[in-house]
């Protein structure tokens, strides 16, 4: 690691105008470390705000859920009303790391861990996003757990995480505060980038940003899913990941909400697959026409290319498991 | 070099230490507490594993300096021999280690797993989020996956956890 100055932030306010002076936060830490002992990241100053009033999980006026953005991965997916009413958050994050990461890890550090791309992680390779214009390696290199989707000539990385995908189609929003004090309303949707011509910048965040909640809306009608696969049983990334809040009117879809993990640079949210099935009979067909859909697009860079047939499999599975009937509302 | 008090084992230490020195570093090069293991240093293999503020934590991918004033507890402080934890008997009896480096980790993990389970946390094998009523095998598995064994002493490790935990096989 190389050296670094260490503060303890005491307010959000300390936290967020010594960030915008150049310091980089740190939570829960496990994704930052990590990359901190690679010499990926080498910030100068780090800011701890372990201590800021960040951690509760409270009702908003509304009858949502306000999770603080320092409520660990563990208390977030064990939180009674979460899983209760938000299941497909709980079992996004259970799916996610190992306990002892959750544990630690924060709401969110998670939404800010970087991609897992073997290249951004090897210092002695080129990589755009650690040192842009340096190149991709990932284009023509190992690329089996890289983007199919919103890629670019720059950068086929994947955003890595679970937890955020089903926040996408819970709608949720991130609440960020500036270092003057503003403070902003993100949906997690649009928090995240795609990597255009700058994969070095994941979301949205500026200089001074400080994440302080992630706000869900009020709880929604119908089933919840949350499916993973990867490459083994448990302790893994995602290499397709899908998160569904499909709701029925009767034998017809009345609403469906589906984000996927493992396919972008961002948690994928297609509105125009969700527009294909709202009112329809559930049917191979229609189910088929909605993968038509979303892999319109897709591209595969060699070794990924068994996601775009791999995702069409998700993608039927869990519709017909979201509408089949007797399942529960 | 940053100050910071911790309190390991119910004993308070006062640590002087260089800002990068990781929480696993700390413990066993600066207080000699040499039974919590370092095997990855990058949070994959769990042989760090100690309890802080009462959760399991992969020592490695935290600094000393992040927690002062906290209470951690290490392998030493859940038995020692003659006065074995029930785990640390359990692992013993069910022989579940061979060369031994993860076992530190694998028992301080399963400890505080046993108390995550017992406050209802469901895992991702669970049929019911409101928990399961007994750790299965398949749940014990699951929650453990933090913690390799390069040995693959997986089935003894599960038959000692088991014993303790007191769940269907």
């Given at each position: 690691?190389?050296?670094?100055?260490?503060a303890?932030?005491?307010?959000?306010?300390?936290?967020?105008?010594?960030?915008?002076?150049?310091?980089?936060?740190?939570?829960?830490?496990?994704?930052?470390?990590?990359?901190?002992?690679l010499?990926?990241?080498?910030?100068?100053?780090?800011?701890?705000?372990?201590r800021?009033?960040?951690?509760?999980?409270?009702?908003?006026?509304d009858?949502?859920?306000?999770?603080?953005?320092?409520?660990?991965n563990?208390?977030?997916?064990a939180?009674?009303?979460?899983?209760?009413v938000?299941?497909?958050?709980?079992?996004?994050?259970?799916?996610?790391?190992?306990g002892?990461?959750?544990?630690?890890?924060?709401?969110?550090?998670?939404?800010?861990?970087?991609?897992?791309?073997?290249?951004?992680?090897?210092?002695?390779?080129?990589c755009?996003?650690?040192?842009?214009?340096?190149?991709?390696?990932?284009?023509?290199?190992?690329?089996?757990i890289?983007?199919i989707l919103?890629?670019?000539?720059?950068?086929?990385?994947?955003?890595?995480?679970?937890?955020?995908?089903?926040?996408?189609?819970?709608?949720?929003?991130?609440e960020?505060?500036?270092?003057?004090?503003?403070?902003?309303?993100?949906?997690?949707r649009?928090?995240?980038?795609?990597?255009?011509d700058?994969?070095?910048?994941?979301?949205?965040?500026?200089?001074?940003?400080?994440?302080?909640?992630?706000?869900?809306?009020?709880?929604?009608?119908?089933?919840?899913?949350y499916?993973?696969?990867?490459?083994?049983?448990?302790?893994?990334f995602?290499?397709?990941?899908?998160?569904?809040?499909?709701?029925?009117?009767?034998?017809?879809?009345?609403?469906?909400a589906?984000?996927?993990?493992?396919?972008?640079?961002k948690?994928?949210?297609?509105?125009?697959?969700?527009?294909?099935?709202?009112?329809?009979?559930?049917?191979?067909?229609?189910?088929?026409?909605?993968?038509?859909?979303?892999l319109?697009?897709?591209?595969?860079?060699g070794?990924?290319?068994?996601k775009?047939?791999?995702?069409?499999?998700?993608?039927?599975?869990?519709?017909?498991?979201?509408?089949?009937?007797?399942?529960?509302? | 070099?940053?100050?910071?008090?911790?309190?390991v084992?119910?004993?308070?230490?006062?640590?002087?230490a260089?800002?990068?020195?990781?929480?696993?570093?700390?413990?066993?090069?600066h207080?000699?507490?040499?039974?919590?293991?370092?095997?990855?240093?990058?949070?994959?293999?769990?042989?760090?594993?100690?309890?802080?503020?009462?959760?399991?934590i992969n020592?490695?991918l935290?600094?000393?300096?992040?927690h002062?004033?906290?209470?951690?507890?290490?392998?030493?402080?859940?038995?020692?021999?003659?006065?074995?934890?029930?785990l640390?008997?359990?692992?013993?009896?069910h022989?579940?280690?061979?060369?031994?480096?993860?076992?530190?980790?694998?028992?301080?993990?399963a400890?505080?797993?046993?108390?995550?389970?017992?406050a209802g946390?469901?895992?991702?094998?669970?049929?019911?989020?409101?928990?399961?009523?007994?750790?299965?095998?398949?749940?014990?598995?699951?929650?453990?996956?933090?913690?390799?064994c390069?040995?693959?002493?997986?089935?003894?490790?599960?038959n000692?956890?088991?014993?303790?935990?007191?769940?269907?096989?």
């Open positions: 690691m190389k050296p670094f100055s260490y303890r932030a005491n307010d959000r306010a300390d936290a967020t105008s010594q960030a915008a002076d150049d310091a980089t936060f740190i939570a829960g830490g496990t994704n930052l470390l990590d990359l901190m002992k010499e990926v990241m080498a910030p100068d100053r780090l800011v701890d705000i372990n800021l009033d960040l951690d509760a999980i409270s009702e908003t006026e009858g949502g859920l306000r999770i603080g953005a320092l409520v660990s563990s208390d977030c997916a939180h009674v009303r979460v899983r209760q938000y299941p497909v958050l709980s079992r996004a994050i259970l799916a996610g790391a190992s002892q990461l959750r544990n630690k890890a924060t709401t969110g550090g998670n939404l800010c861990q970087r991609t897992r791309c073997y290249y951004f992680y090897d210092t002695a390779m080129p755009n996003k650690r040192e842009p214009g340096s190149g991709c390696q990932a284009l023509q290199g190992f690329n089996r890289h983007a919103g890629a670019s000539d720059s950068c086929i990385a994947t955003y890595p995480g679970d937890m955020a995908v089903a926040m996408t189609a819970l709608d949720a929003a991130v960020i505060e500036s270092a003057a004090g503003e403070v902003r309303l993100v949906p997690v649009d928090f995240h980038r795609l990597p255009g700058h994969p070095e910048k994941d979301n949205i965040l500026e200089a001074g940003d400080l994440i302080t909640a992630v706000i869900l809306p009020p709880p929604v009608k119908g089933r919840q899913i499916r993973k696969v990867r490459d083994r049983a448990s302790y893994a995602a290499l397709c990941s899908m998160a569904a809040v499909v709701e029925m009117d009767g034998d017809r879809i009345a609403s469906a589906l984000a996927f993990g493992g396919l972008a640079h948690p994928w949210r297609d509105e125009a697959v969700e527009a294909l099935l709202v009112g329809e009979k559930p049917s191979a067909a229609l189910f088929g026409r909605a993968a038509d859909q979303l319109a697009e897709a591209r595969g860079y070794s990924n290319d068994f775009i047939a791999l995702t069409r499999r998700v993608l039927i599975a869990v519709l017909t498991e979201a509408t089949q009937e007797g399942a529960a509302a | 070099m940053e100050t910071t008090e911790l309190t084992n119910g004993k308070r230490h006062e640590l002087e260089d800002s990068r020195v990781t929480l696993l570093d700390a413990l066993r090069n207080l000699g507490l040499t039974g919590t293991k370092k095997g990855c240093d990058h949070g994959q293999c769990g042989a760090c594993t100690v309890i802080v503020e009462g959760r399991r020592s490695c935290t600094l000393a300096c992040m002062d004033g906290d209470e951690i507890t290490t392998i030493e402080g859940l038995g020692e021999p003659g006065n074995l934890s029930d640390q008997a359990a692992f013993v009896a022989d579940g280690f061979q060369c031994g480096y993860c076992t530190p980790g694998q028992i301080c993990s400890t505080a797993m046993i108390e995550e389970a017992k946390w469901p895992s991702f094998v669970s049929d019911d989020l409101a928990g399961p009523d007994a750790l299965s095998d398949e749940e014990i598995s699951e929650r453990m996956s933090g913690n390799l390069r040995c693959a002493a997986y089935p003894n490790i599960v000692a956890i088991r014993q303790v935990a007191g769940g269907k096989s």
